[in-house]
């Protein structure tokens, strides 16, 4: 039996993490456990005052349990990887480990007053996308659907926190792995 | 369909290479890696990229520059994405003159550098529409159109490129859908007279007086209707080449009249007493077997000689399998603009399904097929299920067009020949499908005298 493992590090409350785990319940077939993480620190980037999010997903990579069919971490840090200024979340494409970050997704980030109910809409699209990633989906061409690419939070907010027809099809067809 | 278009990302620094083209391929698209200006330029001679990212600073003896005019020597037609971690006007200005489409900062912003990509790729979808509604529209095929690995069609493809310039007279023989029409086009466009016209003409489709004033002319008042003089289609193929289809129904006459243009170069208009004289290449095709025309009386042996001072026989598609795969994915590219369908590729399980079929209809068969096939697919990938009419139709096929008159064992024969074509001879698998068991396979064989 493989599980769709959902962690946090030690900044994100089990309340925020209950968020995400609910989200890809019963979305890729996989009964959801929730697991913690160590802290992500060691990614730190004191040049760039982020943490890189390459570091972070081999680290995820590696704590993957046996039964993990894959594993989701979520992170409060600012992620980024070495060419983009920052990325909301990184997968490995069609691999075990994807994470995503909050801190991009709070409403205080862009000065604005803290809204639980939007941080928990962009997270739960947000781990839709990533899990996509990891179970082969590539980004989708309908803005609607959890796997089109947001590169900024309006973005995210138009889209739907669900898949399209032909990607929920594909992911039908996908074996579990 | 992001995943027709290939990209390079070339960066000495691994992490910078990997994550940019981990973002792209996130994005669907087959995104290659080179760590130096000489492995872009090595990886450029084997892949036809559509875009590349190219890091400026790069040690080993190439800069980002030095690698870019080289590709674009290479690859004129490719677009080419200058990223820098020290932005100077100096640079920017540098690389832009020497071809680079962009110039982008690194770290870059994720909306900047996907708005980018979808830019170039729109662009580039529209210019590959343009090109093949425009060979679709002037049908200017060349050789390396053609899409094969097959050994014999190479050389085929070898010999229209020899004989292209030349004005000796062609014969292609093949069967229907084989691109009998294609070849001829080729060997027009690769040679001197490509700037001419080239004018087919389908011998098949016309009645016998109607073929003759379509060839050669009338003149006004030579019958009903001929209110005015008319060109014929050798006329206006002057200086260029005429395609003659099917030329193995022509009636005995227009036999005679032929080959006195291709021994005269001249001819009359129908109703007309002034020769024409005309520089025409002649390039006659047919799907049946001329020789045995010949030699059952029906086709005049001086004209098959003249038409036959160049022979091509195009091999069915079922004796160049190996090229099933390649031209269904040519033709599922082609289709998916045309369609405007994002189906991807064809599984595995689809390819062995067509591999394995007959295609009696060959390659026009083979592209309608893969068309009816989209048409239908909701998904991105076309599967077995998609190709289930072919079964279907291949049962039907074999099992109403059984010739009238035949006997029971002339039609076990017919069976168990086709059955041991399809198997390549193996005698335990042409028995399993067939239901009996081996020794009696044997016999049959040896009964009906069955050449293995």
């Known amino acids: 039996m493989k599980y769709l493992y959902v962690a946090s590090s030690p900044e994100v409350s089990r309340e925020d993490r209950r968020i995400v785990g609910d989200s890809v319940a019963g979305e890729f077939g996989l009964p959801v456990r929730e697991m913690e993480i160590p802290a992500v620190d060691f990614a730190y980037d004191a040049g760039r005052r982020q943490h890189g999010s390459i570091a972070v997903l081999e680290m995820v990579a590696r704590l993957c349990p046996d039964d993990a069919g894959k594993l989701l971490a979520v992170t409060d840090r600012d992620l980024f990887v070495p060419v983009l200024t920052f990325v909301f979340g990184h997968a490995q494409l069609g691999g075990r480990a994807g994470v995503i970050s909050l801190a991009r997704l709070r409403q205080e980030f862009y000065g604005l007053p803290p809204n639980r109910e939007v941080l928990k809409e962009r997270a739960a699209k947000e781990a839709l996308h990533e899990t996509g990633h990891m179970f082969g989906l590539v980004h989708c061409a309908d803005r609607s659907c959890a796997m089109s690419l947001a590169t900024n939070v309006r973005h995210i907010d138009t889209k739907q926190a669900a898949f399209c027809a032909q990607c929920g099809a594909w992911l039908r067809r996908e074996p579990r792995k | ?452």
């Open chain 2, 1 to 452: 369909m992001n995943n027709h278009w290939q990209i390079l990302v070339v960066d000495d620094e691994e992490v910078m290479c990997e994550s940019l083209a981990a973002w792209l391929r996130e994005d669907g698209y087959q995104v290659d890696t080179a760590a130096s200006g000489h492995e872009a330029i090595e990886k450029t001679r084997l892949r036809d990229y559509a875009i590349y990212f190219v890091d400026l600073k790069m040690p080993g003896g190439m800069d980002g520059i030095e690698a870019m005019m080289q590709i674009r020597r290479l690859r004129p037609e490719a677009s080419i994405i200058i990223i820098t971690a020290y932005a100077t006007v100096d640079t920017a200005i540098t690389a832009m003159k020497e071809g680079a489409q962009e110039y982008i900062v690194k770290p870059c912003n994720p909306e900047e550098i996907s708005l980018l990509v979808n830019r170039i790729i729109k662009v580039k979808n529209l210019q590959r529409e343009n090109t093949i509604l425009r060979k679709k529209l002037n049908r200017q095929y060349v050789v390396h159109d053609i899409v094969t690995k097959n050994a014999r069609m190479h050389e085929i493809l070898e010999l229209c490129r020899e004989v292209a310039s030349l004005r000796s007279t062609v014969l292609i023989q093949g069967e229907s859908g084989t691109g009998k029409e294609m070849i001829a086009r080729a060997i027009h466009n690769s040679g001197d007279r490509a700037p001419k016209p080239m004018i087919s003409v389908s011998c098949a489709a016309l009645a016998e007086t109607l073929l003759e004033s379509e060839l050669f002319g009338s003149e006004k008042g030579a019958f009903t209707g001929a209110d005015q003089q008319k060109r014929g289609k050798f006329e206006m193929a002057d200086g260029g080449t005429i395609f003659l289809d099917e030329i193995g129904d022509i009636s005995p006459k227009l036999q005679v009249d032929l080959l006195r243009v291709l021994q005269e170069r001249c001819f009359y208009r129908v109703g007309g007493s002034q020769e024409v004289h005309v520089d025409v290449r002649v390039i006659a095709a047919t799907h049946v077997n001329l020789q045995q025309a010949v030699a059952d009386g029906k086709f005049r042996d001086d004209l098959y000689y003249r038409l036959n001072v160049i022979e091509i026989r195009i091999p069915p598609l079922r004796e160049r399998r190996e090229d099933i795969p390649l031209l269904a994915r040519h033709f599922l590219e082609r289709l998916a603009h045309e369609l405007g369908k994002d189906i991807r590729d064809i599984s595995e399980g689809a390819l062995k399904l067509l591999m394995d079929y007959n295609w009696p209809g060959n390659v026009r068969e083979l592209e309608n097929t893969v068309e009816r096939a989209m048409v239908t697919c909701k998904n991105h990938v076309l599967t077995e299920e998609s190709f289930a009419f072919l079964a279907m139709n291949g049962l039907a096929g074999k099992a109403w067009t059984a010739p009238a008159g035949m006997t029971l064992q002339e039609m076990e024969k017919v069976l168990i020949v086709g059955t041991l074509q399809r198997t390549n001879g193996n005698i335990k698998e042409s028995a399993s499908i067939l239901g009996i068991d081996r020794s009696t396979l044997y016999e049959k064989i040896k009964r009906y005298e069955i050449p293995r």
